[in-house]
């Protein structure tokens, strides 16, 4: 038995006949009638279409026959596509590469065979158009040829009307689709659900819309798998979108994209492998931009693609040109404001709460967007359900509340969050901040100490700033101490950090009060806060010094009458690497974000997972132990550091879901004493820092310390499942 050979050109062959989206597809009547006819012209009794698959060949219409396919290796079709002319085979036993196969020695078998190619408008031959009988007959006539040939080429031609009408409907669908959901949107609103739209629509992977501006594309809307991400701004040079430009016409590459542009980074980084972008032009035909789509796989329908971005580009362009004016009206109201009252808008600008309010503001937001999130997915059960909606309302009305305290606050530390930043020595600084309290512990004979090791090393700060801390601290500590008390200072070092600790024997605080001792937003309405003259304002201002200076502050206290101790935390200034510590100004290079992955994978990974979650706030502590249980994850939430690693300790968890800023101990410290166990105590566990710290530098700071994932919050509970799968994943593979 002879097999048939592959063709060279069988990928391309493959892909041809997928295009047409036939296999498998019921019976049709047009091509029944062309075997129906077929087998009365030749007077067989078995006529097939049949398309030659990877590994059979399937029949689309069938006369005379019951099966619906054969394997390759099974038929002489396999053979046929290898030409594209007629085959006749008069006599299956008297033909070598035949005679040995079951259908030719069986009886009645199959004697004769006669296949005309279908070759389609690109050159493919997909499979034939074949008589069969089980008697041997006569070698076809050059007339007969032709006929079958003809009949062959009728097949093809209603396989193109075929795929035409489903491209047609496929084009009436997309439209439709892409209309209606950008029908109602202006301005931003429109851009954002026009590719989010596209890439529904065309089944692509990305879609954007982008600006041009000084031989850049800066993007102003992009989706990708169906999400919107961040814009990106990338120069024209080795781009396709830049023969876009300089051609002003749509242009595409539906395959193999990354071949024409060997050096293209960003191309290789998305795995991009097809591309089709349409310009937008102005009404005087200049290119503002483009409006394209791209996917990991070869484009199936081009025509599609570009009718649909020829279509929306027009729209994209009146939008893009509308904004471009609002945006000259604001800028022209701008300056004229400006020119009325510059002193007074510049006042306003300075009103900057974000980095005081950062962690109040996005803690509340927390709770409310993710408990949101899942009640939108209706998974959540009666109970759950209530406690989402009290937990939302509780946060929403915390929140406003906050908003009503941002003019107080705003009149007291205006002007006043600017570092000058330098070398620092500690000890003067101290020092110049116990000169000017001494008066006041004198006047209430507090007995006033320091104990300051001269050879701490240099800090990088703003002296002036550095200092507020010191009588911040100082100032509170003599408030808040008896006639007669003690208050002691202390400079020291340790790792990388150096510590200023400041102590008294004054009125405590007590367990309840600890966590909100650094929350002023928590205390502005309480009476005794005030009456004591700003306790919690200048506390807050000490820990938001503090962490410009990259440090942390916290606080200890026995209870109330038994004193407290505050302690300070500021990085020292290292110069060199070898102990494994980093330098100032040092970047720290964190893991980019995993792709998307798919919700069973991740649930797959986390099934049975056990994961130790610690947060101080409820709320916060309550929904990420539902939202990861919802994947799976097995979840033991304690609400502090100290208790979080004695269950590291005796519950050996897979995972550490940590925050990072909490009464006491916060989540930097609990990882540096995590990271000094032994393995098999916990020292190497998986640790995701989840936090309302989200400047980079807090993000530099969790990884350099030992956590492998930093996520900001809100958090939303997909994004901290991938983020989990993904770690542990690669530990498993690791």
Not at 484 to 504: A, M, N, P
Not at 518 to 543: K, M, N, W
């Amino acid at each position: 038995m002879t097999t048939a050979p592959i063709s060279p050109n069988e990928v391309q062959r493959l892909e041809a006949l997928r295009r047409y989206n036939i296999l498998d597809t019921p019976p049709e009547e047009s091509f029944d009638r062309i075997t129906a006819l077929a087998a009365r012209l030749f007077d067989v009794p078995i006529t097939l279409v049949s398309l030659v698959d990877e590994f059979r060949a399937w029949f689309k219409s069938c006369y005379g026959f019951d099966s619906r396919e054969v394997s390759r290796e099974s038929t002489i079709c396999s053979f046929a596509v290898l030409s594209d002319d007629v085959l006749v085979v008069p006599d299956t036993r008297k033909d070598p590469r035949f005679a040995c196969m079951p259908f030719a020695l069986s009886e009645p078998g199959l004697r004769f065979y006669a296949g005309a190619p279908l070759i389609d408008k690109d050159g493919y031959n997909l499979g034939t158009l074949c008589l069969l009988d089980s008697k041997p007959r006569h070698e076809l006539s050059a007339k007969q040829r032709a006929s079958l040939a003809d009949l062959a080429a009728i097949v093809v031609d209603e396989l193109e009307l075929r795929l035409a009408a489903r491209k047609i409907a496929q084009m009436d669908a997309a439209l439709i689709e892409v209309t209606k959901g950008v029908s109602a949107a202006t301005g931003e609103a429109f851009f954002y659900s026009l590719v989010q739209h596209l890439t529904k629509a065309l089944g692509v992977d990305y879609a954007f819309l982008g600006e041009l501006a000084g031989g850049k594309i800066s993007t102003i809307a992009l989706c990708a798998d169906y999400e919107m991400v961040d814009n990106i701004e990338y120069s024209l040079l080795n781009t396709p979108c830049k023969q876009v430009i300089e051609q002003g016409k749509p242009c595409y590459y539906p395959r193999g994209i990354q071949a024409h542009f060997p050096d293209n980074h960003l191309l290789a980084q998305m795995e991009v492998d097809s591309y089709i972008a349409a310009p937008l032009l102005d009404s005087t035909g200049c290119v503002l931009g483009l409006l394209g789509v791209m996917a990991r796989k070869p484009l199936e329908n081009t025509q599609l693609a570009e009718s649909l971005l020829t279509i929306f580009a027009t729209r994209a362009t009146a939008e893009l040109e509308r904004k471009r004016r609002e945006e000259e009206r604001a800028e022209l109201l701008v300056r004229e404001q400006v020119a009325r009252g510059e002193a007074e808008a510049a006042n306003r600008m300075k009103d900057d709460f974000l980095a005081v309010l950062s962690h109040e503001l996005r803690s509340p937001l927390n709770p409310i967007l993710g408990w949101s999130r899942m009640l939108r997915a209706q998974k959540l059960n009666a109970v759950t359900t209530a406690r989402a909606l009290e937990a939302i309302e509780r946060n929403a009305k915390l929140l406003s509340e906050l908003i009503e305290d941002l003019l107080d606050v705003s009149r007291l530390i205006r002007g006043k969050l600017s570092l000058q930043v330098c070398p620092v020595k500690l000890v003067p600084i101290i020092q110049a901040a116990i000169e000017t309290v001494q008066l006041a512990a004198g006047a209430k004979k507090i007995q006033l100490e320091s104990v300051l090791n001269p050879s701490v090393g240099l800090v990088s700060g703003d002296p002036n700033r550095l200092q507020q801390i010191v009588w911040n601290l100082l100032s509170n500590a003599i408030k808040f101490t008896p006639e007669g008390g003690k208050v002691e200072i202390r400079l020291e070092c340790s790792d990388s950090y150096t510590q200023i600790r400041v102590s008294d024997t004054g009125k405590g605080i007590s367990a309840d009060f600890l966590p909100y001792v650094f929350e002023r937003f928590r205390q502005a309405d309480s009476t005794s806060t005030r009456s004591h003259g700003g306790l919690g304002l200048g506390l807050a201002i000490v820990r938001h010094l503090a962490e410009l200076h990259g440090g942390t502050v916290h606080v200890d206290s026995p209870g109330e009458g038994l004193g407290a101790i505050f302690t300070v935390q500021l990085p020292l200034i290292i110069t060199t690497h070898g102990n494994g510590l980093l330098a100032p100004g040092h970047k720290v290079e964190t893991e980019p974000e995993a792709p998307p992955t798919p919700d069973a994978i991740i649930s797959a990974v986390l099934d049975g997972l056990q994961v130790l979650v610690v947060d101080d706030e409820p709320d916060s502590r309550d929904f990420l132990t539902i939202a990861l249980e919802q994947y799976g994850a097995r979840v033991r939430a304690v609400a502090s550091a100290t208790e979080a690693f004695e269950a590291l300790q005796q519950l050996k968890p897979n995972v550490l879901v940590s925050d990072i800023g909490m009464p006491g101990e916060d989540g930097y410290t609990l990882i540096r004493k995590i990271r000094a166990l032994e393995p098999e105590q916990g020292g190497e566990i998986i640790a995701v820092a989840v936090t309302a710290y989200a400047r980079s530098e807090d993000s530099q700071r969790a990884i350099s310390l030992g956590f492998h994932r930093h996520i900001a919050k809100p958090v939303e509970p997909a994004k901290l499942a991938a983020a989990i799968a993904s770690l542990v994943r690669t530990s498993l593979v690791g």
